[in-house]
């Protein structure tokens, strides 16, 4: 069973509540269809899951087969600093058939940030280490393709369906909540 290597931080983009007691995290690629088609699959989870389970995004551009997802990657890194992570995500996606340069600029614009500050960012590799150290913690991690899903830190080995993904986050919930009970217990004990 792999585990996550690279512990949550503030450093990571976290949709839903930081107190979920469940926290899936994807490691994907902009360009990857097999991410674009997990996409609504996560949406639906997080919609179903409601508090309960927080989404963690962690790029790992896959650049020798998908040319644009480092760059895609370090755009929505441009947009997080801009506080429009999760906007940019999700137009990276919906677009993802049509992403080129110009794609990701216009993107960027309709966000209303500025163009010319992504394409100084891109140049001077503002956020390629972001970029590179998720790629690096995903691979000490044991991905090896994308998307790769990690519940409460144990990677999902099962299929990215919306049914083996809420299976596993089920399990992840119960067992958030036993433990959790289990250690009201031993505070309750400690005081007596």
Known sequence: MAMLRAPVTARDHILGSEDAP?????YGDYQCPYCALAQPVVRQLLDQAGPDLALV???????????????????AEF?????????????????????????????????????A???????????????????VGGARSGVNGTPCFFVNGVRHDGAYTFGA????????????????????????????
């Open 22 to 26: 469940v926290v899936l995290v994807e």
């Open 57 to 75: 995004f962690r790029h790992f551009p896959l650049s020798e087969v998908h040319p644009m997802a480092d760059t895609a990657a370090q755009a």
């Open 79 to 115: 947009a997080g600093a801009h506080g429009v992570f999760w906007p940019m995500h999700e137009a990276l996606f919906a677009n993802q058939s049509r992403l080129s340069p110009s794609m990701i600029f216009a993107l960027v614009g309709a966000l209303g940030l500025s163009q």
């Open 117 to 135: 500050s992504l394409q100084r960012a891109l140049a001077l590799g503002t956020y390629a280490q972001k970029v590179r150290e998720d790629f």
């Open 165 to 192: 993904l809420a299976a596993a986050i089920s399990t992840a919930r119960r067992q958030a909540m036993t433990a959790n009970q289990a250690a009201r217990q031993g505070d309750a004990t400690s005081r007596l």
